[in-house]
C-alpha cells in the first residue's frame, strides 16, 4: 500500500506539473491570441487609414487636373457690338478717335472657356450670339494682335466663324472679350 500510495502521490505530482504547464501553455496561447488581435485591430487601423490617404490623393489628383486644365484655359464672351455697348460692357471714346475700350466687365461675365490642351479654336455661331451675320471679330483686350496672336476665319455664309489662337501662350488663363460686328 505505501508503495502505491507512493505511486499515486508520484502520479499526483507529475499531474499537477503537466497542469501547471499546460495552465502556463493556455496563458502563453492567450497572451498570443491577444497579441494578434490587436495586430489585426492595428492591421484594420491601417488599412483604414490608408484607405482614407488614398482617397485624399485622388481628390488632390483631382483639384491638380482640374486647376491645370483651368490655368491652361481661355475664358471668354461673345457678343455683338451694338448690346455689348448697350450693357457698358465695352465703351467708346471721346469723339471715337481712340476706338473701343472695355468698360464694365467682371470675371462672371466670362462663362465660356475652352482649354488650350484640347483645342485652340473658339468657335462662334452667330444664331448663338443673337445677330444675323458675323461680318468682322475684334478682340479685347487690344493687346492681343491680329494675324500674330490669333486669326480670325469667317464661313462664306457669315453665320458661323472661327478664332484661331496662335500663341498660347498669350491666352493662358486669358479672360477675352469677342465683340461681333
Do not use: W
Not at 485622388?58 to 464672351?77: C, G, I, M, P
Request: hydrophobic letters at 35%; a negative charge; glycine letters at 4%.
Amino acid at each position: 500500500m505505501r508503495i502505491e500510495k507512493k505511486e499515486m502521490k508520484e502520479e499526483k505530482q507529475k499531474m499537477e506539473s503537466e497542469i501547471a504547464d499546460l495552465k502556463q501553455k493556455a496563458l502563453a496561447l492567450i497572451e498570443k491570441k491577444e497579441e494578434l488581435e490587436e495586430m489585426k485591430t492595428q492591421n484594420e487601423s491601417f488599412k483604414n487609414q490608408n484607405d482614407s490617404l488614398n482617397q485624399k490623393i485622388a481628390n488632390l489628383q483631382n483639384q491638380l487636373e482640374d486647376k491645370e486644365t483651368r490655368l491652361n484655359s481661355v475664358y471668354y464672351f461673345v457678343g455683338a457690338k451694338d448690346r455689348l455697348k448697350d450693357q457698358g460692357k465695352i465703351k467708346g471714346s471721346f469723339l471715337g478717335l481712340c476706338g473701343d475700350r472695355i468698360g464694365d466687365v467682371t470675371a462672371e461675365d466670362f462663362q465660356k472657356r475652352i482649354s488650350l490642351q484640347e483645342s485652340d479654336v473658339i468657335e462662334i455661331n452667330a444664331d448663338e450670339s443673337n445677330v444675323s451675320s458675323i461680318d468682322n471679330i475684334k478682340l479685347f483686350p487690344k493687346h492681343m494682335e491680329e494675324n500674330q496672336d490669333y486669326r480670325v476665319d469667317i464661313s462664306g455664309d457669315r453665320k458661323t466663324a472661327q478664332v484661331h489662337l496662335l500663341s498660347k501662350k498669350t491666352f493662358r488663363l486669358a479672360r477675352i472679350l469677342i465683340v461681333l460686328n
